[in-house]
């Protein structure tokens, strides 16, 4: 039962959401609001490992940065989608000298615009183009899952002790981020609710505002943070499912446990790197995020506070 999923994770937290925002989040009218920045938080969790990744454990960045580019593409040029775009994003030196993780990462941006970018003219000037490239005609209709044939080449960085346990932990959250993002999008779609470039809430930034700024302190506030980001996305899946449409509902319910693993595996890798007890830390952090959950927030994010 997912209740007791719950329980390490409401122990960890220093509040539970407040029940106005819950009335909030019911609303209709916040639907939309609720699935976009729910769809960007799930990007956003998948971009924060990724640079985990290139800054502390890994060997080349390269891999990582092109099984994250065909996310950016969609998310930063939406709706802006053009050839020109597309090559110079994928393909700058042409597409004849492009990487094998280049073409992977540019199939997969073809992937999303095919299944999100439906109706949308640039997205299928784009996927016209696409069909002329005998490079790009393969696995255009895949699912997120596939993405998991970027990680074949990376390589740990020897200088770094928790190298390996960094990747592994970060890999798997990032394939099932990724996952989780396409499936808001599929959700968005049966309900006629397009994307659209959502600014972000306080949250993240209130919490990152008070990471240290010197190492290893700063890599062990960002995991701790990462924990509290994690948790707290837990927790609101699981007092929301049941106030949602049952497709939402059982949906967040479904994420629970990724997202329980998730912090669980942010905790565990802050303090090994630490390799003290970090819990006075861990107390400070807690505190904070509570503050920024019951402050009062005048923009509705997944995320933000007290209805002002």
Known sequence: MYTQLLVPIERFLGCNTPDSWIVEARKPENLAALLIDHCNCEWKAAATAGKLLRK???????????MLKPYEFFLFRFDKWSVDEFQHWF????????????????????????????????ASTVLQWARTQPNLQVQQSTDTKEIETFYNPLQARADFAQSDDLIAKMVRLI?????????????????????????????????????????PQTLIDKLIVGALIEARSCERFARLAPHLDEDIG??????????????????????????????GRIAELVALEASLIQAKDTVFRFHSGIPA
Do not use: C, W
């Open 56 to 66: 502390y454990a890994v060997s080349s960045q390269d891999v990582v940065v092109n």
């Open 91 to 122: 393909f700058p030196d042409s597409a004849a000298n492009a990487s094998s993780s280049g073409i992977k990462a540019a199939r997969q941006a073809l992937y999303l615009l095919d299944k999100h970018g439906a109706g949308s003219d640039s």
């Open 175 to 215: 394939k099932e981020e990724l996952h989780h993002f396409d499936q808001v999008l599929e959700i968005m779609q049966a309900r006629n609710i397009p994307y659209s470039n959502l600014p972000a809430g306080r949250y993240a930034k209130g919490l990152l505002t008070q990471v240290i700024t010197h190492e």
């Open 250 to 279: 059982r949906f967040y319910i479904s994420l629970l446990r990724s997202e329980a693993r998730h912090y669980q595996d942010y905790l565990t890798l802050a303090q090994s790197v630490a390799g003290q007890d970090i819990s």
